[in-house]
């Protein structure tokens, strides 16, 4: 089973991050999700894959009603991070989806019909969280060419998606970065490969750098807090990307 | 998820998988069928014009190549009737397959433990949708089994045809030789159309439950 971390609370308004499952087997990636609450409302923020939705239900419902969740956020339509969908449907069919207009007519091959997908603009829009406002933050062609960050401005905490994505060696699996320089190693290659476009990604820096920002939480890996989110975002705008062959 | 449900989870779903291979082969099967009777529709027509180059000689002759023209069409009609509860069978046993992945994966969330009621709500649901759609492949085998004898009947009735129209052959004079060539090659395929439906007959498919 995954372990639930709370990575911000603030009375009713929670920030969870579901980890590091010491029973998954080696071929899936290792993925983080997150569930952001507020009120008795919940959204899951990139749910995971089927294949793992067994540990990411149970370490959630220890902390959390799982048929109180609204809705979930999918970054973009990796399988890693939605292929759940359906499970998650069956647990209460009337949550919505909230993912790029781009992904919305590709997700429901996971599951879930016309009305479960709300499309998101390019630019963005505001997602609701009981009275929370979320807002998802475009990132296209980081990796995907539709992607949406989450921010919450709040508890000041961007989740990032496969933005900030380290493929931590075993042993490695602390929450938080502790160690900038040896963490970023394991992120370089996945970085390089994964992001399609230096112009798209210097966009992005530009922007997170404006923002408040005391946690940011990717997909895979650990959790950047207080001055190493300034220090990812400085070592991302110097990093050559969308090079393979 | 007890041990009896997650074992009856498995067996549906490898069972779903063999099902899956039969009915292709079973398509295959009837491809070859549809195939063959257009051969049969063919030779019919080149009979027809035989019987009428050969004149009286050949009446009865020409009105048995006309109803093997009958039966090739009737044979394609009950072929494509087959082809339907094929694809229904397909669509379902999709289903089920896709269902049983999700079956295992929820499974777990029983494992040990005490089982949340909202999971075994769930739960119970999906065993419910499991054996309905059980039972909606259970139909389509047995109304996939009845056509499949309705085709042998047919069948059955075109190689009469056949072997009436040998006898007939035999009275068409001067013909009489290609008459006969033609009635042979009619019974040749009858007989393998009657062969392919009789591997179908046996397939598992019909045998599993
Ligand atoms: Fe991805
Ligand atoms: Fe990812």
Redesign the pocket.
């Given at each position: 089973m995954k372990t639930t971390k709370t990575i911000f609370q603030d009375g009713d308004h929670r920030w969870l991050a579901i980890v590091r499952d010491p029973d998954k087997p080696n071929y899936l990636i290792d993925?983080n999700e997150y569930l952001v609450t507020h009120g008795d409302r919940g959204l899951l923020v990139d749910p995971g894959g089927a294949e793992i939705f067994p540990a990411v239900f149970s370490a959630l419902s220890a902390e959390f009603d799982p048929s109180a969740l609204s809705g979930m956020f999918a970054s973009h339509q990796?399988p890693?991070?939605c292929s759940s969908l359906a499970l998650w449907l069956e647990f209460n069919p009337a949550m919505r989806c909230y993912v790029s207009w781009m992904w919305s007519g590709f997700l429901p091959h996971f599951g879930g019909s016309g009305e479960t997908f709300v499309a998101i603009p390019d630019e963005g829009m505001e997602i609701p969280v009981d009275t929370l406002m979320l807002q998802a933050i475009p990132a296209h062609y980081l990796h995907s060419s539709g992607n949406f960050h989450l921010y919450d401005k709040v508890a000041r905490l961007l989740f990032s998606g496969?933005v900030g994505?380290a493929l931590l060696p075993p042993g490695m699996d602390g929450l938080y970065v502790n160690n900038f320089d040896a963490h970023i190693r394991h992120a370089e290659a996945f970085h390089k490969r994964w992001m399609g476009s230096n112009e798209a990604k210097r966009r992005w820096c530009e922007r997170a750098s404006g923002m408040a920002i005391d946690l940011l939480c990717p997909?895979?890996g650990a959790i950047y807090t207080g001055p190493d989110v300034e220090r990812f975002i400085n070592w991302f705008d110097e990093l050559p990307v969308g090079l393979a062959v | 998820m007890s041990t009896a449900t997650a074992l009856t989870v498995g067996a549906t779903a490898s069972a779903a998988g063999a099902d899956l291979l039969r009915i292709v082969r079973i398509n295959e099967q009837i491809k070859r069928v549809v195939g063959v009777s257009f051969k049969i529709n063919i030779m019919a027509l080149n009979a027809i014009f035989l019987a009428k180059r050969a004149g009286t000689a050949a009446l009865g002759f020409g009105v048995l190549s006309n109803e093997l023209r009958v039966f090739s069409q009737e044979l394609r009609d009950c072929m494509s009737g087959l082809n339907g509860l094929i694809h229904a069978s397909v669509n379902e046993v999709s289903i089920i397959l896709r269902n049983g992945r999700q079956d295992r994966l929820l499974g777990e969330l029983a494992k040990g433990g005490a089982v949340l009621p909202l999971v075994s709500g769930v739960l119970e649901r999906r065993a419910g949708e499991r054996s309905a759609h059980a039972k909606r492949l259970a139909d389509l085998r047995r109304q996939l089994k009845r056509a499949l004898e309705d085709a042998f009947q047919l069948v059955e009735l075109g190689g009469v045809l056949a072997k009436s129209a040998k006898i007939e052959a035999a009275y068409g004079q001067s013909f009489a030789a290609s008459l006969t060539q033609v009635s042979s090659e009619f019974d040749g395929i009858v007989e393998e159309i009657r062969g392919a439906l009789e591997s179908l007959r046996h397939s598992p498919f019909f045998a599993s439950k």
């Open positions: 993925t990796d890693d991070c496969d994505a997909q895979h | -």
